[in-house]
């Protein structure tokens, strides 16, 4: 089988304005897709961004990586019995997961127990790197020190889909799975008027009828977006990320407010999953960008892998801002596609 090189078309959006508490920046961003139409909308969202003097601001509230894993016991009784002797070994927890590497910490664990089976969601941090590998290497590590220590229970599964990985889960919400990034942006009623051509109002209420309302009725998952996974997928592949973590990294939740006719716009990815080292980082574009991004600078563990993720998580609001402010207006998201991807049906669609 020879290798071969995928290639995605590949454009730099913006400049982005973004503040908060991880860093101060106004860059370009990459999004490498076959939708064409997301490249200017993001730019539209970014040029909002540049006209706010506080941009976008992004704000991390948490960071995680997990792995879960599950054991076997005689029945509830002895599995409960062992889940608090697991409670009490914390500590002795952690010095194990220290030997696994020099960058991964165990900072909790969770546990749920079902009939005999007792499932254990131990998280972590993993500096730089998103952080699959160096919490399953900590997991193992972790698993075989429990079944060697504490009576009465027997190997189940090094991943107990509890964690969870690549699918979509009201857990990792919950407990937090990569990045928790809220992002917010307040736009002035003018530049809603003249930029996004519609109002506050209109947009409020778009956001409660199709994110909130339309997605309970389909039946989501702690999520009520109109389309994260657009901008995560263009901004993953770009950057060497795993894109098939954006199954988990698109559940967030859009707010939009009137605000005297001020627009609040906020983004929630509580599960934004991305790193500047490891797996994907290798590649020639993959560094070029990473390096562009800012990402490459000589900064204490973990610190460019932040910077990554409030990039990502304001390019994400920036494209919903422009996608909610197209569809409050009859036949405009659509005119866009028609005179990007199929320009000589463009006269068809005006007749």
């Known amino acids: 089988m020879n290798d071969a090189i995928a290639g995605v078309p590949m454009k730099w959006v913006g400049p982005v304005r973004i503040s908060g508490n991880v860093a101060q ?9 076959y939708e064409s139409p997301l490249w200017p909308s993001v730019g539209r969202g970014a040029k909002i961004s540049r006209m706010v003097e506080a941009g976008i601001v992004a704000t991390l509230v948490d960071e995680r990586m997990t792995r879960s894993v599950f054991v076997r016991a005689k029945d ?6 062992a889940s608090l002797e697991v409670d009490a070994r914390f500590d002795e927890l952690r010095d194990i997961v220290r030997t696994c590497g020099r960058f991964v910490e165990l900072i909790g664990f969770h546990h749920e127990i079902t009939a005999n089976l007792l499932f254990l969601r131990f998280s972590f941090t993993t500096g730089d790197a998103s952080g699959h590998n160096m919490a399953t290497l900590a997991a193992d590590a972790l698993l075989k020190h429990i079944l060697d220590t504490i009576p009465g229970i027997s190997y189940g599964s090094i991943s107990g889909n509890y964690c969870t990985d690549k699918k979509a889960t009201a857990i990792n919400g919950i407990l937090g799975r990569g990045k928790n990034v809220v992002t917010e942006l307040l736009v002035p009623r003018e530049i809603v008027h003249q930029r996004l051509h519609t109002t506050a109002a209109a947009i409020a209420q ?7 309302i339309g997605t309970l009725l389909a039946g989501g998952i702690r999520s009520a977006n109109a389309h994260y996974a657009n901008m ?11 894109a098939a973590n954006i ?46 991004l800012g990402c490459r600078a000589s900064r204490d ?17 920036c494209g919903e801002l422009s996608l909610l402010a197209a569809q409050t207006n009859p036949g405009e998201l659509m005119r866009a596609h028609v005179l990007l991807e199929r320009p000589t049906e463009t006269t068809k669609i005006g007749a």
């Not at 778009?206 to 909130?212: G, I, P, Q, R, T």
């Not at 716009?265 to 500047?276: A, D, H, K, M, Q």
């Not at 973990?302 to 390019?315: D, P």
């Open 301 to 317: 563990p973990g610190e460019n892998a932040r910077r990554l993720a409030v990039i990502a998580a304001a390019t994400v609001l």
């Open 76 to 81: 509830a009784q002895t599995a409960y019995l």
């Open 25 to 33: 920046i106004e860059t370009e961003v990459p999004l490498a897709t």
């Open 232 to 242: 995560l997928l263009g901004f993953y592949l770009a950057t060497g990320q795993d």
């Open 247 to 292: 199954v988990e990294g698109s559940q967030g939740v859009t707010v939009a407010e009137d605000r005297d006719g001020d627009l609040y716009f906020s983004c929630t990815l509580p599960n934004l999953i991305v790193g500047t080292v490891g797996n994907g980082k290798g590649l020639g574009f993959v560094e070029e960008n990473l390096e562009r």
């Open 206 to 212: 778009l956001n409660v009828h199709k994110n909130m």
